[in-house]
């Protein structure tokens, strides 16, 4: 049983036996008790007045006199005002260490068949360029989400969906066909996505140049834009799709599978992936059935031009479209038709989006739209909100000027990794292979970590070369410190395991340590609530902090006496797990020596 659990239930004890009152034990949570005060934790009595009948202070000093008479774990206390501050007895402190070390999962909530199931959207990439920088963050951001929430105790199914139809496909396909000359992956020597996305850019460059031509010939910019060849031929060529045009649909069928490729290699490099991909050429269709059976029900609304609206004036908003006077649909009506596909393929209880604060009132309206339509999880979704990614000096290696490939980028971080990593003293004698691993894990590490341990609801600043710093609030930190850990147990040579510690009195640096690993269970829980991989973050930097802090004060392996030795190095093993647990649950790798 954790120290929290023990304070709470000795809490909920001394309510009932000093007051009569029955108060539940789970909604008492001791707090870390702040510095400036003596004590480990705290426990707010406020809650307990109506009980009590007594003033805040007199409260908390009744239920802490009671804590020490009844609670083996309290050695003292100390009240301030409506905060019991309680100091835990110094071997007790050794029992929450040797509980935190025997539970092989501790931290995470077990996934039982009752568990929820929640879906989490991200990623949602466009088939006509390679993942970009904007691409790193959603795909960070969604995959360390899906493993909080997991270790939260829920059923977790990590979904993507794919915009593979539209003009900007077609921009590509008809750049391929006038200039590709027949080009492949494989005879060009690139990754499919970056082949495609060179024709994206390859009809952009044309359409630019055919648009200044039409001008010089005294047309305005509106005006040779309608009178473009090459738009022209586009949209006819997406006109050709949607009627299901054989050659059209087989030559985006076969563009569409090299960057599919492509997208697979650039996640499994990023240590993302996913259980279930849908296809907007798939969905698009499903969302204009369910706009149907909107109309049918009068949910939805018909203009004179043939238009299919939404009225959201009741609720705040404004009308939104659905359908387009042509019948061709938008992008509400392709999520409203994935919306019915996963709701057809799984029981999902909650309803996760993964996507970018420029989309808040999208979401706000497919909230809305999908709770008129009958969806149980439709009112509650939740829009995982977060901002925009930027680099110091705009751009680094990018197509065009415009975006960050995250291919290059991720080349970037291991080869900055790995120029650090080459310093004198450092894996020397580790053999290459291995070397080049620990330069992957470092580099990833470091842009996994800088991305999510900024709040996700705010824009961040991306800047490669303090990510890889080894000192400071960086992932190479954390991981250094995983490895010296590492290097001081197989330094050790010792079963610390078989020696009883359970008399050992951690001083004030053991006691902060041991603190801050109990608080591991308490910030994962934080961290689902929140729906925040920067709760995780920040946690596993402030644990590593401490270790480092210990390490420097304490000696592990020159301690003479033996129980004490053990007992460190048992502190170290635990932090290591946890650093490791932690740092999981960010998609990040630590290496065993570095």
Excluded at 27 to 56: D, M
Excluded at 244 to 266: H, I, P, S
Excluded at 541 to 555: M, V
Aim: proline share 3%.
């Amino acid at each position: 049983m954790s120290i929290d659990t023990i304070l709470s239930q000795a809490t909920a004890q001394a309510v009932k036996a000093l007051y009569g009152v029955d108060f539940p034990a789970d909604k008492i949570v001791p707090q870390t008790t702040r510095k400036e005060f003596e004590g480990n934790l705290t426990i707010v009595v406020f809650p307990f007045l109506k009980a009590s009948h007594k003033a805040p202070d007199a409260t908390a000093q009744e239920i802490g006199e009671y804590m020490v008479a009844n609670c083996d774990a309290v050695e003292k206390f100390n009240a301030v005002k409506g905060f019991l501050n309680i100091t835990i007895r110094p071997t007790f402190w050794t029992s929450v260490l040797n509980h935190i070390a025997a539970e092989p999962n501790f931290g995470f909530v077990p996934v039982t068949d009752d568990s929820q199931l929640v879906m989490i959207e991200y990623s949602s990439p466009n088939t006509n360029k390679p993942l970009h920088l904007g691409h790193v963050r959603n795909n960070l951001l969604g995959y360390s989400l899906s493993r909080i929430m997991e270790a939260c105790g829920n059923k977790v199914v990590k979904t993507n969906i794919v915009n593979d139809r539209g003009i900007h496909i077609c921009k590509s396909m008809l750049a391929w066909l006038k200039w590709g000359e027949g080009a492949t992956p494989e005879s060009a020597g690139k990754k499919g996505d970056h082949l495609i996305g060179d024709f994206y850019v390859a009809f952009d460059k044309h359409y630019k140049a055919e648009l200044k031509e039409l001008m010089a010939q005294g047309m305005t910019e509106e005006e040779a834009e309608k009178n473009s060849e090459l738009m022209k031929e586009a949209r006819a060529m997406l006109k050709k799709w949607e009627d299901g045009d054989k050659e059209v649909r087989d030559l985006w069928a076969k563009m569409n599978e090299w960057v599919y490729a492509g997208f697979d290699e650039t996640y499994k490099r990023m240590g993302v992936g996913f259980d279930k991909i849908y296809y907007e050429s798939n969905t698009y269709l499903e969302g204009k059935e369910k706009v149907d059976e909107g109309l049918e029900k009068g949910i939805f609304y018909r203009k004179e031009d043939n238009s299919v609206w939404a009225d959201l004036t009741a609720d705040g908003l404004d009308h939104k479209l659905l359908l387009r006077s042509d019948g061709t649909s938008v992008y509400m009506t392709q999520d409203i038709g994935t919306a019915k596909l996963r709701y057809q393929d799984y029981p999902i209880d909650q309803m996760i989006y993964v996507v970018g604060n420029e989309q808040n009132y999208h979401f706000q309206v497919l909230s809305l739209l999908l709770d008129k339509l009958g969806f149980k999880w439709g009112k509650d979704l939740i829009h995982f909100s977060y901002g925009m990614v930027e680099l110091p000096n705009g751009k680094m290696k990018s197509r065009e000027g415009t975006v960050v490939d995250a291919d290059e980028l991720m080349d970037e971080m291991i080869d900055t990794a790995r120029k650090m990593s080459s310093e004198p003293g450092r894996l020397q004698g580790v053999p290459e292979e291995e070397r080049e691993n620990v330069f992957r894990i470092i580099g990833l590490g470091a842009l996994k970590y800088f991305i999510l341990k900024v709040d996700p609801r705010k824009n961040m600043l991306f800047n490669p070369s303090e990510s890889i710093d080894f000192n400071g609030n960086t992932g190479p930190f954390i991981q250094y410190t995983y490895a010296r850990i590492q290097s001081v147990l197989r330094k050790a040579e010792e079963d610390f395991n078989a020696v009883d510690v359970s008399a050992v009195e951690p001083n004030e640096k053991e006691t902060n340590l041991i603190q801050k690993l109990n608080d591991f269970a308490g910030t994962v829980l934080d961290a689902g609530r929140n729906y925040s991989p920067a709760v995780i973050a920040n946690y596993t930097y402030d644990l590593a902090k401490e270790f480092n802090q210990f390490y420097h004060d304490c000696s592990i392996l020159k301690e003479e006496d033996a129980t004490l030795r053990a007992f460190r190095l048992k502190l170290s093993h635990t932090v290591g797990t946890i650093i490791k647990r932690a740092v999981s649950l960010l998609g990040m790798e630590v290496p065993e020596r570095m």
